[in-house]
């Protein structure tokens, strides 16, 4: 499975180095989010069907987070499960959405509402499929980056500073941060593969990040999922200043670097609103309350933390003041 980016960008590249993959069957998904549809998934399985697919075949999944989720979620559907590898090919992909089976589509327009966990055989990086990657995908990847380095390092910022604000780091640098965080998020999954209790930490900038994103996209702005996360990010790390008492320097820090980097969202009372009414759908929600991980401090993440109305519209007020 691939969408017309991996196609063009990946598929020479790859089959340079698989060349077993000349005779695979290619299935075209839409480019992005389009993907994610039931619709999409019933017309792969039925083209797998008419290719002669069988319980024995594997699927490959080529492209971002995405294509891994709607290539998991029709090879964990197809005959009741077939197996898969995800070659993630973004920066989001190969340090997050390709690792942990998470599959999914969309419903009516919410994100990830159907799904299955089913373990993808194999994970294969190869940081060579990012030099095709535009600016603002890869931006988008380093904040997932930067998520990582926030829940495991003690020292998360000052790596963060020198990966954001030097004059780039280097592809090596790169390669063996994209290791690093790899390596975190399998032993996270491998310790809780179902999401029931520490792999919640994997969320954090995502309650905020989510209902950014939707906010956004609702006023016909696209903004990544990544620089959401990070402006979320922000508004967490705020928040663990005031209720877990993370000190204030790592959230200044933090703040100055989103500031330099996308610039600092500045919210209006309206803005805040719409925001908390998203906030409020979030499907990590239980008994009404919006919860979040937050950080106690550097690399110690604390789940599931519930948060007030009142405490959404602080965070996203005040963090245009760091
Ligand atoms: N992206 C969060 C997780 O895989 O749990």
Redesign the pocket.
């Known amino acids: 499975m691939l969408d017309a980016n991996s196609y063009e960008n990946c598929i020479p590249l790859l089959i340079s180095k698989v060349k077993a993959l000349e005779e695979a069957m290619f299935f075209e998904v839409p480019v992005g989010e389009e993907a994610k549809s039931i619709e999409v998934a019933s017309q792969l399985w039925q083209a797998l069907l008419d290719s002669g697919v069988d319980r024995n075949s594997l699927i490959v999944n080529l492209g971002g987070g995405c294509v891994s989720d709607i290539g998991g979620f029709v090879a964990a559907g197809y005959k009741r499960g077939i197996r898969y590898i995800n070659v993630p090919t973004t920066l989001v992909g190969m340090v997050?959405?390709a690792?942990?089976?998470?599959t999914a589509v969309n419903l009516n327009g919410s994100k990830n509402q159907v799904g299955f966990f089913q373990m993808p055989d194999a994970v294969c990086v190869c940081t060579d499929f990012l030099d095709t990657l535009p600016d603002e995908e890869m931006m988008s990847g380093l904040f997932?980056m930067a998520k990582t380095m926030i829940l495991s390092d003690a020292d998360a910022l000052t790596t963060m500073e020198s990966v954001f604000v030097s004059d780039g780091i280097s592809h090596e640098e790169l390669t063996s941060l994209v290791v690093r965080c790899v390596k975190f998020?399998q032993d996270?999954?491998d310790a809780d593969p179902r999401?029931k209790s520490i792999?919640?930490m994997?969320?954090f900038g995502?309650t905020f990040g989510h209902a950014i994103e939707s906010f956004e996209n609702e006023k016909g702005h696209s903004v990544s999922h990544g620089i959401a996360v990070g402006v979320g990010m922000a508004c967490e790390l705020y928040l663990s200043h005031k209720k877990l008492g993370m000190s204030e320097v790592p959230l200044k820090r933090y703040c100055s670097l989103l500031d330099s980097l996308v610039g600092m969202p500045k919210y209006t009372l309206r803005d805040t609103e719409s925001i908390l009414r998203f906030m409020k759908h979030d499907k990590k929600n239980r008994n009404d309350l919006i919860l979040c991980t937050l950080i106690q401090e550097e690399g110690v993440p604390v789940i599931d933390v519930a948060i007030d109305e009142n405490e959404v519209r602080d965070a996203l007020l005040q963090i245009a003041k760091f």
């Not at 690792?99 to 998470?102: D, M, N, Q, S």
């Open positions: 997050d959405a690792i942990g089976g998470k997932e998020k996270v999954v999401d792999r919640r994997l969320n995502h």
